[in-house]
C-alpha cells in the first residue's frame, strides 16, 4: 500500500504529543486488522478488528465501557459490558446490515481459539457499525463471515492503515469520503509514562459544520459535495485504548471525553447519527489465590485529567487523519464521494494563520 500523507504531514497544527505511529497501536498490545471489499460498482465495505491484548489475548478480560452521545446505530454486547465493567473479546467495526453476521463470526472465530478445559464458551462480542449505504449496496449483505475472520486473523501491532479501509470503506465525513482514522497521545501521571490511543470509523455531518484546527473549513470549500445527499446524518465510533491501569467507571469517564473531539471537528451529534464510544485498559484483571480479583487504577482526583486531555485531542486528529488519507470514490448507482483536496485545506488554513510550516 502506497504512504498515504496525514494529517500532521500537511502542517495541520495539533495539541499534544503523539506516540511514535500516532495510532491506537501505539498503546502495547493493541492489534487492529482490516479486510476492505471493492468489488464491481456497488460494493464498498468492509470489516475492522480491533484486539486490545493481541492475538495471545484474544480471550482476555479487560476494564472498559461505553457510552452513547447518540443513540441512532449499534454496538452489541453493551449490555454485559455495562454490566460487568469487563471487555472479553474483540471489538468489531462494519457496516449497519453487516452487525449480524460479523457477530456471529466473532463467536465462532473466538470458540476455535478457546482453550479446551475453558470453564465457559460462552461469547457477547462488541460489533458496531455505521450507515455505507451511500456508496455501497448494503442490502446485499456482501461482508461474509470469512471476511470478519480475515479481519481478525489479520490483526497485528504497527502501522494502521487509514481511509477507505476495512469498515471504513464507504464512509464519508462532512460529505467529504472519510473511513477509518487512529491516532494517539503520551502523557505523564504520577510520574509514570501512559498512553491513549483512538481508532474511529467515521462517517458523520453536515458539509458546513466541519471544523478543522479552529477554521471553518466546510464553509470555506463549498464544492464537490455527493451526487446523493443521504437525510440520514450518518454516524461515528470511537475506540479508546489506554496502558494507564484503570477501573471501569474511570472507563466511562475516558469514553465520554470522545464527545468533545468530535466537537471539535464540529460535529452536534445530530438526531440521525449514532454516535457511540468505547474505551478500555490494557490491564488485564489478575485472580489472586484467596479468589479475590486484583485491581489497580489511578486514584480519582486531578490524575486522571491527561488521559481525558489526550483523549479528546486524539479523537479530534484521528477523524481528521480519516479524512486526509481517505481517496474519492465511486459507488452505487454511480455515486461519486470526493475527497478532501488537500491543497485547497492547506490554503484555507493558511488563510486564517493555522497552517504550520514544514522543516525542509
Not at 446523493?228 to 472507563?251: E, R
Amino acid at each position: 500500500m502506497p504512504n498515504k500523507p496525514r494529517a500532521r504531514d500537511l502542517g495541520i497544527p495539533f495539541d499534544g504529543v503523539p506516540g511514535p505511529l500516532n495510532a491506537i497501536t501505539d498503546v502495547p498490545g493493541v492489534a487492529v486488522g482490516h479486510t476492505t471489499l471493492i468489488e464491481g460498482s456497488a460494493v464498498r465495505t468492509g470489516v475492522t478488528a480491533i484486539l486490545p491484548a493481541g492475538q495471545q489475548g484474544a480471550h482476555a478480560s479487560l476494564p472498559g465501557a461505553f457510552f452513547s452521545l447518540n443513540g441512532n446505530g449499534e454496538m452489541t454486547g453493551t449490555h454485559w459490558l455495562e454490566e460487568a465493567g469487563l471487555l472479553q473479546g474483540p471489538v468489531m467495526l462494519t457496516n449497519t446490515h453487516s452487525v449480524g453476521v460479523v457477530r456471529d463470526a466473532t463467536v465462532a472465530w473466538l470458540h476455535q481459539r478457546a482453550q479446551p478445559d475453558s470453564p465457559s464458551h460462552f461469547y457477547l462480542p462488541v460489533v458496531a457499525e455505521t450507515y455505507d449505504g451511500v456508496l455501497s449496496d448494503i442490502n446485499g449483505h456482501h461482508v461474509r463471515a470469512e471476511h470478519a475472520h480475515a479481519a481478525l486473523e489479520q490483526a497485528s501491532t504497527g502501522p494502521v492503515a487509514e481511509g477507505c479501509v476495512g469498515g471504513g470503506t464507504g464512509m464519508i465525513t462532512h460529505k467529504w469520503k472519510a473511513g477509518i482514522g487512529t491516532s494517539s497521545r503520551v502523557v505523564t501521571v504520577l510520574g509514570h509514562s501512559y498512553t491513549v490511543g483512538v481508532l474511529v470509523q467515521s462517517n458523520y455531518g453536515q458539509r458546513d459544520q466541519l471544523t478543522i484546527a479552529g477554521v471553518p473549513v466546510g464553509r470555506e470549500i463549498t464544492h464537490s459535495l455527493p451526487d446523493v445527499q443521504a437525510n440520514k446524518d450518518g454516524s461515528i465510533i470511537a475506540c479508546i485504548a489506554t496502558d494507564a491501569p484503570l477501573l471501569p467507571h474511570q472507563c466511562k469517564r475516558l469514553a465520554r471525553r470522545a464527545a468533545m473531539g468530535l466537537a471539535r471537528v464540529g460535529s452536534v451529534a445530530m438526531h440521525s447519527s449514532g454516535d457511540i464510544f468505547l474505551a478500555f485498559s490494557t490491564q488485564q484483571v489478575a485472580n489472586t489465590d484467596d479468589g479475590l480479583s486484583a485491581w489497580q487504577a489511578l486514584p480519582h482526583g486531578a490524575a486522571i485529567d491527561p488521559l481525558f486531555q489526550a483523549t479528546v485531542q486524539a479523537v479530534e486528529e484521528a477523524i481528521v487523519n480519516a479524512m486526509i488519507a481517505a481517496h474519492t470514490m465511486s459507488g452505487l448507482n454511480g455515486t461519486v464521494v470526493h475527497a478532501l483536496p488537500h491543497d485547497e485545506l492547506c490554503a484555507v488554513l493558511t488563510r486564517y494563520g493555522r497552517l504550520q510550516r514544514q522543516a525542509a
